[in-house]
């Protein structure tokens, strides 16, 4: 788990934001969490409608 993982979680942050933060911080979470982690925010946008301005 990482910071994406913890903020998705405690929904602190948007996967809007967390694919970007993703784009960011692949190498350092690794490619297999990567995947991990785009799985939970494909997961995350259908369970949440996108939040509105
Ligand atoms: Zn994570």
Known sequence: MCMICVEI??????????????GEMREKV???????VETLLDATDQARPPTRP
Do not use: I, S, V
């Not at 405690?10 to 694919?19: D, I, L, Q, S, V």
């Not at 690794?30 to 991990?36: F, K, L, R, V």
């Open 30 to 36: 690794g490619a297999q969490h990567a995947t991990e």
């Open 9 to 22: 979680a405690k929904g602190a942050m948007t996967t809007r934001e967390a694919r970007r933060a993703l």
